[in-house]
């Protein structure tokens, strides 16, 4: 484990049993989050961003099994063994875990209990991990509800969660999130339902909290706005697979992989009125029986016979950008990937 | 690209609307109004996409159903080519819900699970008996398909054998069954990824353009509507607070509202997205049961004076453009 990186995973495959058969929902995928940096993860609905980290955060379903070389959080390594059941991992994650590592979910009111009082529900876990006082505990929960806006927090801790917006919410699950002063928060989607003003508020929120304590963030996200705007380095997920890692300036102003420039296309575009879109044809494979290559090769205009018949390798750039794609192969027909802009 | 316009022919004309909702709670209770839709007035043309947008609650949903007779306006008028809807029965009604159809956001909860395909898209034309026998409808749901982009076998298919965005090619597929003059298209992009958006959006737009059909576009997502839409309409607590051009509206908002809106959508671009300076409103959105006096903005407006409490602002012309703002008219004047 590099000095500076506090989460570190190799080779996480993660697969559920269902009717139909096995789902690959991550097929042997390795990255890595360095401290107090935000990590971006983009990709297509079901490419499987939410189980990656939901894993790497011990929360599993149950018909979900979950295989891994390595993961090492804050210095501490999870043994081979731990992954014999769920149960056993679940465990493991809960320990490593502990108050260093926070998530912060698309739909709020998956966090909040709606019988609770917002008060009771920010100063419990305080109260259970620490030796605070019930009055210190609530004066840090109006500390906290002060840190991410939220207007006279000594009345609004009394009430209840369907007396705040959407926007609220959010900020009060934010507020939870940060009551330990987490090393690491993996946010899913977090802005995912609200209004682009609210989240343009939530957005600059997370990123000024990330600064002040230092916490590494992991923003899930489809929103390639948003990713620009906040994140430091970029991973690109297709089919299970990271298929492109770079820094913001890597991926949007030199994109590699053939999904990441078709999903800027999609976007560009609509900045340049006259000019039709550019969609990327077909759908997302299916993971229930993933293909043997490359997870984008159904919808690639570049695929060459290859790329059905094996995974292409990781091609490196630069210490952090790095690509999966078999037109970097000096075999490749010059000409083919005549179509990258 | 959206297709060209014919500006003389109106299609839809929608005139000092309102549509309110009874909030009261209980039977003793003080009587409360949701005024979702509060004196609204626009025009679409033949052939144009008219966007509409605005923050979640404003009323876009509302002012939709209540074009198609989902919900009963409170006050105004509402024209089809001409023709006002309030008081049309029988023929005339059969024939109105066949020339307006909705496209709704959720690909999934619109198509009945335990349909087929070929089930869904026939069963407007069956309501509507416009084909006599099997074998037309037959013939008429494999063209619709192949329209949509998707294949004829497809027509004894579940809507679950398909992803998100063949489903909304599925409801698109039955919305056009009927051969509509106007379609009004909720969100119909909001669901899907984004590689799959520019899929939907450029069969609407090859759609308008060979049918000649008028959209009314709702969504929240700035970048899209600004593609797709002819103008565009920026609505607040149930009032429309700019309508111009699109792109002028979209590089040059005038209404406080839409200068805040705009800045906050995030630029995807890795430099100019970090640098971007954003109007960060204060405060909540206002409820609708009890809006603000005079201006409905005026409560998170960093330009409101005291006339914008006393009376409330009206549309006024600026070019191509009409603003409704006190500020934009005294700077104007
Ligand atoms: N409990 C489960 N059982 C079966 N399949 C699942 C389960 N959870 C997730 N999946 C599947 O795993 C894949 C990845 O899901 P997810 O990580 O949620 O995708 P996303 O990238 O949209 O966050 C999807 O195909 C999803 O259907
Ligand atoms: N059927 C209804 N009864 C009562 N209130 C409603 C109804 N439909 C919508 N509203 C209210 O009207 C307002 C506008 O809603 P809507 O038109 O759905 O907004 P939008 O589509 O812009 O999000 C909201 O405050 C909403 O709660
Ligand atoms: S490996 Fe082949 S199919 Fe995959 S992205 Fe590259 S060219 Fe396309
Ligand atoms: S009328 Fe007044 S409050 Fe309303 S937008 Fe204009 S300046 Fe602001
Ligand atoms: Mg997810
Ligand atoms: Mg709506």
Known sequence: MEQNEILKVNGL???FATEQGTVHAVRDISFAVREGEILGVVGESGSGKSVSMYSVMGLLADNGTVTAEKIEFDGQSINASDYDGKRSYEKTMQSVRGNTMSMIFQDPMTFLNPTITIGKQLTEPILNHTKLTKGQARARAVELMTLVGIPSPETRLDQYPFEFS?????????????????????????????????????????????????????????????????????????????????????????????????????????????????????????????PAGCPFVDRCESAMKICKLKMPPETVFSDTHKSACWLNDARAEKGVNAHAR | ????????????????????????????????????????????????????????????????????KIYEPTAGSIEINGRDIAGIKGDEL??????????????????????????????????????KTEEEMDARVSQLLRTVGLKPDHIRRYPHEFSGGQRQRISIARTLALDPK?????????????????QIINLLEQIQR?????????????????????????????????????????????????????????VPDPVKGKEKERIMLQGELPS??????????????????????????????????????????????
Request: with cysteine; hydrophobic share 40%.
């Open chain 1, 13 to 15: 495959t993660v697969d």
């Open chain 1, 166 to 290: 959407g926007g609220m919410r959010q900020r009060i699950i934010i507020a939870m999130a940060l009551a330990m002063s987490p090393k690491l928060i993996i946010a899913d989607e977090p802005t995912t339902a609200l209004d682009v003003t609210i989240q343009a508020q939530v957005l600059d929120l997370i990123k000024e909290l990330s600064k002040k304590m230092g916490s590494a963030v992991i923003m899930i996200t489809h929103d390639l706005g948003v990713v620009a705007s906040l994140c430091d380095r970029i991973n690109i997920m297709y089919g299970g697979k990271i298929v492109e890692t770079g820094t913001d300036k890597e991926i949007f102003y030199t994109p590699n992989h053939p999904y990441t420039k078709g999903l800027l296309a999609c976007i560009k575009n609509p900045e340049e009125n006259d000019k039709d879109l550019v969609p990327i044809p077909g759908s997302p494979p299916d993971l229930l029986k993933p």
């Open chain 2, 1 to 68: 690209m959206p297709a060209n316009i014919v500006k003389d022919e109106v299609v839809l004309k929608v005139d000092h609307l309102k549509t309110y909702f009874d909030a009261t709670k209980g039977l003793f209770a003080k009587k409360q109004t949701v005024k979702a839709v509060d004196d609204v007035s626009f025009e679409i043309y033949k052939g144009e996409t008219f966007g509409l947008v605005g923050e979640s609650g404003c009323g876009k949903s509302t002012l939709g159903r209540t074009i198609v």
């Open chain 2, 94 to 131: 059969k024939s109105f819900r066949k020339d307006i159809q909705y496209i709704f956001q959720d690909p999934y909860a619109s198509l009945d699970p335990r349909m087929t395909v070929g089930e869904i898209i026939k069963e407007p034309m069956k309501i509507h008996g416009i084909y």
């Open chain 2, 182 to 198: 106007f379609i009004i298209c909720d969100e119909p992009i909001s669901a899907l990824d984004v590689s799959i958006q520019a």
């Open chain 2, 210 to 266: 060979e049918l000649d059909i008028s959209y009314l576009f709702i969504a929240h997502d700035l970048s899209m509507v600004k593609h797709i839409s002819h103008r565009i309409a920026v609505m607040y607590l149930g009032q429309i607070v700019e309508l111009g051009e699109s792109h002028e509206v979209y590089t040059n908002p005038m209404h406080p509202y839409s200068q805040a809106l705009l800045s906050a959508v995030p």
């Open chain 2, 288 to 333: 609708p049961i009890d809006p603000p006096s005079g201006c409905p903005f005026r409560t998170r407006c960093p330009y409101a004076m005291e006339r914008c409490a006393g009376e409330r602002p009206q549309m006024k012309m600026y070019g191509s453009r009409q603003v409704a703002c006190f500020k934009v008219e005294e700077e104007n004047s």
